[in-house]
């Protein structure tokens, strides 16, 4: 047998039987000190409850002599005189007791007297119930809990005469509280510590103090404990007891002790030192440290030479674990790289067999082609050509046939599509995945989403065809303001030579009111045209709607019959140029559906409170209120299947070349970006009402119009007037001349520039258009003021940003724009020439 097997065998017999010894002599003393404490408890309960039971006897027998003696009878038919109290007040001072009571038969408290240190027990009363168990019981003794006192109460019936077994004529009761006087004296007599408890829970005792306690209950009239005493004493023959197990304990667990002790060394010696050895010999990758315990024939020197041999095994192993680890780990490294490029990318990559199966596809795929499951889709086999358009299939075989010949392919425009409408177009590059061998194995194909790009493409050529009706909008105003121009200037000429002949006067005026509406017409249309910043301010939504009336009125066709209802004049905050594009572009959509018959535009604009859009939209500001713009016409309407798509970019129900699909995207942007909401209503053949709401700004800053200008006095000045139009050159040469004014005009600028610079002294004030060939405007009054420093003035037909800050660059202070009336040249005039005079004498 072996050491090892030996010493355990040992340790085991040895540690059975020293368990077994100590657990018989622990059963035998606990079960001995067991017998005694219960016979010792035994005892004690015994004499305690016999003592109780004489003292609660004693209290018996005094009640029964009262309730026999002829004066409680007495008292009983007397019971409020004093003599019935005097007697029940001798029946406590001359026996201790605390209280005394008289009850009737029937239970009711004839008198009651209680101990002059206790004057609250004589509210004490006994149970109806009690006392009808009295009739037959005669007499009782129990405990009661009153006012938080123990009462030791006895009761006994009382006689109507000296026949003990006729019923009871009523009840003598005589209680004494258990206080500590009584518990005292009681604890003396038995030599023990006593408490009295209202609980059962007993009182937290020095259990060093006492090892012995009684629980006793004190019982009520109907049986259950009211009370508890409990009685604390201490054995001392427990105690020599208690030692002499804990001297045998002690000793026992020493000889345990100085056993394993042996043991511990014994094994040290046999088997802990040998394997240290070889642990030794195992952390410091030498067979040293072991070449004593090869000398041994035991177990020991087994494994000294299996670690032995193990060292020489060792170093043929490690080169072969290292080319493993390394190859493991690139091999890790490319899985791990390939993994991240197939989750992270952008593109599509999707992975095939030579003949075009697809194996593999990446997230990005499944997303891109809303393919919901990839197991499912990779189990029966798709073909690479089968996520083509159909009549892009071809190029995907021709592709397929260049991968085999062993080129790639690059930034292949197509188009990837599984189901209808639900695709992608993409540029998409392929390549050859090759095997160990060099062999074509497989073929990848990655594709990018140009979804985004085709859309911005599309958009910037929608925003450079916009900029360029702009551009476009801006050169017809000019051009068309100078007609303008020209035709009032005439008629304001005219007028004022006809003299008195009423109907030509009035045929005049209504020319130059059709002019002025062009004027306002042309206005409203450069204002809407104009590229800038949004510009946000408080607006009356009445007054947009009014000024973009006659816009929309002159874009739709004579069929169309407009009617509005404005029953607001609420403010909201917004851009007024984006609010006309709101407009116009709704009453462009609204005409488009109307053709070719026509129909009616109805703008209508009122408030509604935010509870009654509840359920439209959970942006909703219930705390507002909401201006509420409907736009309806007569048209065709929309079918219910794409109403939802209505407000998508590139969305539109129109005909190639005849929409771009943003104009009610541009709506749905404007509107939301103000805080608002839309909603569409619509039936075939019936009409479209499109509903647009806007938070109301309850406190708008409004905008103060400026004082109506009056009349400049007259100040006689030289102007040169400069204009490439002959026609306004003469009409402005005549009204300033008529005005009183000295006037040189010029149809070019080269020639007034050279006027000028022969006598700068003969000018006052130079009036030049700014735009001219050759030389504009601003030029000219750049090199006119470097001459001489004088006021300059300049006007023209389409005045942009660009053109504003030039002219603030050149120093010119004062624009105007075309078309001028003569009246209002004349005014503006004026006005300058007094701003700037008052300006030098202040100067001055």
Wanted: contains cysteine; proline residues 4%.
């Amino acid at each position: 047998m072996r050491i090892s097997s030996r010493l355990l065998l040992l340790f085991i017999v040895i540690a059975v039987v020293f368990g077994a010894f100590f657990y018989m002599f622990y059963y035998i003393k606990h079960e001995e000190m067991r017998l005694y404490r219960e016979a010792d408890l035994s005892q004690r309960r015994v004499t305690i409850d016999g003592i109780l039971q004489i003292k609660s006897e004693a209290q018996m027998k005094q009640t029964q002599d009262y309730a026999f003696g002829n004066g409680i009878l007495t008292c009983m038919q007397n019971p409020h005189s004093d003599a019935a109290k005097s007697k029940l007040q001798k029946i406590i001072s001359d026996h201790g007791f605390s209280l005394a009571q008289i009850y009737s038969r029937s239970g009711d408290g004839l008198c009651s007297v209680a101990d002059e240190g206790s004057p609250g027990l004589s509210l004490f009363q006994l149970e109806p119930a009690f006392i009808d168990s009295l009739v037959k019981l005669r007499q009782a003794s129990f405990f009661q809990n009153f006012h938080h006192q123990v009462l030791s109460c006895t009761v006994s019936s009382i006689p109507p005469s000296s026949d003990s077994q006729r019923p009871p004529a009523g009840y003598l009761l005589i209680a004494k509280v258990w206080d500590y006087r009584i518990l005292s004296e009681l604890a003396t007599a038995l030599n023990y510590d006593i408490r009295i408890s209202e609980e059962k829970q007993v009182p937290a005792v020095d259990e060093g103090q006492y090892n012995t306690k009684i629980i006793r209950p004190l019982l009520g009239p109907n049986r259950e404990a009211v009370a508890w005493l409990i009685f604390y004493s201490s054995n001392p023959f427990l105690n020599q007891l208690r030692n002499l197990g804990n001297l045998i304990l002690f000793g026992t667990m020493g000889f345990i002790f100085v056993f394993l002790l042996m043991q511990y060394f014994l094994i040290q010696q046999w088997i802990a030192t040998p394997l240290n050895l070889i642990s030794q010999s195992l952390k410091q990758n030498v067979p040293d440290p072991i070449i004593d315990l090869k000398k041994g024939d035991n177990e020991f020197s087994d494994i000294a030479q299996l670690i032995e041999r193990f060292f020489a095994q060792k170093e043929e192993l490690i080169k072969e674990v290292q080319q493993r680890t390394e190859s493991e780990e690139r091999l890790r490294e490319l899985e791990e790289q390939t993994r991240k490029i197939l989750l992270t990318s952008p593109e599509s990559i999707i992975v095939t067999e030579l003949d075009g199966t697809i194996i593999d596809v990446n997230t990005e795929t499944l997303n891109l082609l809303q393919i919901p499951d990839r197991d499912d889709f990779l189990t029966y086999g798709p073909k690479i050509d089968s996520l083509i358009r159909k009549d892009e299939r071809s190029q995907v075989l021709a592709i397929l046939n260049e991968l085999k010949k062993g080129s790639y392919v690059k930034n292949r425009n197509i188009y990837l599509q599984l189901k209808e409408n639900h695709g992608f177009p993409g540029l998409l590059s392929a390549s050859v995945i090759l095997d160990n061998s060099g062999q074509a194995s497989k073929f990848i194909f990655v594709t990018r989403d140009i979804t985004d790009i085709r859309n911005l493409e599309q958009q910037l050529r929608q925003s450079q065809k916009m900029e360029s009706i702009g551009t476009l909008a801006g050169g017809i105003a000019h051009d068309f303001n100078n007609i303008i121009t020209i035709i009032a200037g005439y008629i304001a000429l005219a007028s004022g030579k006809i003299g008195k002949h009423t109907q030509a006067d009035h045929d005049l005026s209504a020319a130059l009111k059709a002019c002025l509406r062009a004027k306002s017409l042309i206005g409203k249309i450069l204002t809407f045209s104009r590229q800038s910043e949004q510009d946000m301010e408080d607006l009356c939504l009445k007054d947009i709607i009014e000024e973009s009336l006659p816009m929309i009125r002159a874009l739709l066709p004579a069929n169309i019959k407009i009617k509005t209802d404005i029953a607001s004049e609420a403010y909201t905050t917004a851009d007024n140029t984006e609010l006309q594009q709101v407009l116009i572009n709704l009453s462009t959509n609204a005409y488009h559906a109307m053709r070719p018959d026509g129909g009616t535009l109805s703008i209508e604009l009122n408030e509604t409170h935010a509870q009654k859009l509840m359920g439209l939209s959970p942006d909703i500001n219930t705390k507002s209120r909401y201006l509420h713009l409907s736009v309806s016409d007569t048209g065709s309407g929309i079918a219910p299947e794409i109403i939802t798509r209505i407000f998508d970019p590139y969305f539109s129900t129109k005909s190639s070349g005849e929409g771009t699909g943003l104009g009610l995207s541009i709506v749905h942007g404007i509107i939301t970006g103000y805080k608002g909401f839309i909603s569409l209503r619509s039936v075939l053949g019936e009409g479209t009402n499109v509903n647009l709401y806007l938070p109301i700004n309850e406190n708008p800053t409004k905008k103060i119009k400026p004082p109506r200008t009056t009349d400049s006095p007259f100040i006689p000045a030289r102007l040169m007037i400069v204009d490439d139009e002959p026609a306004l050159t003469d009409i402005f040469y005549e009204a300033l001349q008529d005005a009183g004014y000295s006037v040189e005009a010029y149809t070019d600028a080269f020639e007034a520039l050279a006027a000028f610079k022969k006598n700068p002294a003969a000018y006052d004030l130079v009036i030049a258009d700014i735009s001219m060939p050759g030389m504009d405007g601003i030029k000219l009054s750049t090199k006119i003021t470097a001459i001489k420093d004088l006021t300059i003035v300049l006007y023209t037909g389409f005045l942009d940003l660009r053109l504003q800050n030039k002219a603030e660059e050149a120093g010119i202070k004062y624009i105007l724009n075309k078309p001028i009336m003569p009246d209002n040249l004349i005014m503006e005039i004026k006005r300058i020439i007094y701003t700037e005079s008052g300006n030098k004498l202040s100067s001055n």
